[in-house]
């Protein structure tokens, strides 16, 4: 489907903001076939490594805009995470399996962000109808009933310029300007602390350091420990409230931090700087034409990891749903439920974060913490449960809503998610497929779903049993949209695709 374009701006989308975010979500237009402007205040990627975590369902996501290969050879899998109190004892323990998870990827990998951008830089050359402009620093956007005018200074030449789009969406950091032009005030979760941050090249093996995160629950200095790709290695020491930054990231005092690690003989330091970690979520994340993704809508303390994995899963739940509203299948208020289902996930990854910050202030793991009790002389097991989303799109039985659907594997050899691309699918039962009449088949065929019985994929047949459901209708962020158990279930399924407010994305795009 082409998307409507009688007195269309110059621009469908506009994206202010070229970090992983923000690239990833203009890799999903690009995939979509909308029209979009990127703007970009600086003239290339950052050179120096800032996160260096994500999970399987980011990768998943890079699976679904076709660069997951492109950056396997960029990461490493990351065994887990290590609480150690004062005295070097175990007292919490964060495991990461090293199977494949039911995402179709493993749970963690470490990775060094310069490497990953140009991964996703790269991938945007493979839409034509999208456009890059670096050195374009936003500085005005004035909203009417068609559009957004977005006001830029090219900073190479000093002129000003300008540019229509219907739609603005700020991935541009913790001070967005969008977020100003909208007007949306932070909801401050309490969490500001300074933690200097320290990356080193290591000169020479340490294997001793070991290859699992260590957090050091020391109430006199906590820090973190994390190795990175190759020789890389990280530490995010506390900065305590009478400390000076300019005395702290001084190259002798940062070696009198690192000395229970390494020395000058071990390693080089390639960059030292001092970060106020926030908890902080924008109250709003939509005002008409204008809307935020990553680190412009919430900010998170790093102990989980989380940042960036909960930016990208931002983009996968905004595109698809912004693409329908282009395409005129659905009204606007449908990007309301990007606000209502993102929010509050991000929030409880927010609040476990900050927990994990408590903890590690602490010499002993807080009597709170959902985190099992610790055994004799054992420490105690962190097994962290994806949150579901909050209120949003729903349809037929809901047991599952808010998860994300597993992925599985065809009996050509090919993942469900290669199969599907970023559209809507319907995961069945054989048998209630072949019980279905022609009107529903004519249906899912006009709506654009996918669908996928249990004789095609290893292993939905048991899922779906293990779920008690026979069918499952799955949302382009591979999210359940609502499942059905009865004709009943099925029935609301099929009018929920059918509707203005539950879209199908029909959009065809090749990777080539």
Not at 92 to 105: Q, V
Not at 231 to 260: F, G
Not at 279 to 289: E, F, H, L, M, V
């Amino acid at each position: 489907m082409n998307i409507r374009r009688a007195h269309r701006p110059s621009f469908d989308v506009a994206v202010v903001g070229l970090g992983p975010v923000g690239s990833t979500l203009a890799n999903l237009l690009g995939l979509c076939g909308v029209n979009t402007l990127v703007l970009e205040r600086e003239a290339q990627a950052y050179h120096l490594p800032r996160a260096v975590h994500f999970d399987d369902e980011t990768m998943r996501v890079f699976q679904t805009i076709g660069l997951s290969d492109a950056i396997l050879p960029h990461v490493i899998l990351s065994p887990g995470m290590r609480f150690v109190d004062a005295d070097g004892r175990l007292v919490l323990d964060w495991p990461r399996p090293a199977e494949i998870t039911p995402m179709g990827w493993h749970l963690s990998y470490r990775f060094h962000q310069p490497d990953l951008e140009k991964v996703l830089n790269d991938g945007l050359r493979r839409w034509p109808h999208l456009v890059v402009r670096n050195r374009c620093d936003v500085f005005a956007l004035d909203q009417d009933e068609q559009g957004v005018r977005v006001r830029y200074e090219d900073l190479d030449t000093g002129r000003l310029a300008e540019a229509r789009a219907r739609y603005v969406i700020g991935c541009d950091g913790a001070r967005s300007l969008v977020r100003r032009f909208m007007g949306s005030a932070m909801d401050d979760l309490g969490f500001h602390e300074r933690w200097l941050v320290i990356d080193a090249l290591l000169k020479r093996e340490r294997p001793d350091l070991g290859d699992h995160s260590i957090q050091f629950c020391n109430s006199k200095r906590p820090a973190t420990y994390v190795r990175g790709t190759g020789n890389r290695r990280r530490w995010e020491i506390t900065v305590r409230p009478d400390e000076q930054v300019q005395a702290v990231t001084q190259t002798e005092q940062i070696w009198q931090l690192l000395a229970p690690w390494i020395s000058p003989d071990d390693a080089v330091l390639e960059r030292a700087a001092v970060y106020t970690f926030h908890s902080t979520i924008a109250k709003r994340w939509r005002n008409g034409r204008l809307l935020l993704a990553g680190d412009s809508a919430h900010q998170t303390p790093p102990f989980l990891g989380q940042g960036m994995c909960a930016g990208i899963r931002d983009a996968a739940n905004l595109t698809w749903k912004l693409y329908a509203v282009l395409c005129g299948d659905a009204e606007a208020d449908l990007l309301d439920t990007y606000e209502s289902e993102r929010s509050p996930h991000v929030r409880e990854f927010i609040e476990l974060a900050i927990r994990l910050g408590g903890l590690i202030n602490t010499k002993a793991i807080e009597a709170g913490l959902a985190a099992g009790q610790p055994r004799d002389n054992a420490a105690a097991k962190l097994d962290v449960q994806k949150p579901l989303l909050g209120p949003g799109l729903a349809a037929g039985h809901t047991a599952l809503l808010g998860r994300p659907t597993p992925q599985f594997l065809l009996s050509d050899g090919r993942r469900t998610d290669d199969h599907v691309g970023y559209r809507h699918c319907l995961l069945a039962e054989s048998a209630f497929l072949a019980g279905l009449s022609q009107a529903a088949h004519s249906t899912l065929a006009k709506a654009g779903i996918t669908v996928i019985g249990s004789n095609e994929a290893a292993g939905l047949g048991p899922w779906l049993l293990q779920q008690d459901v026979r069918a499952v209708m799955v949302r382009p962020d591979r999210y359940v949209l609502g499942a059905a158990r009865n004709e009943s279930d099925f029935a609301a399924l099929l009018a929920a695709v059918q509707s203005p407010a539950v879209p199908s994305v029909t959009a065809k795009y090749s990777l080539a």
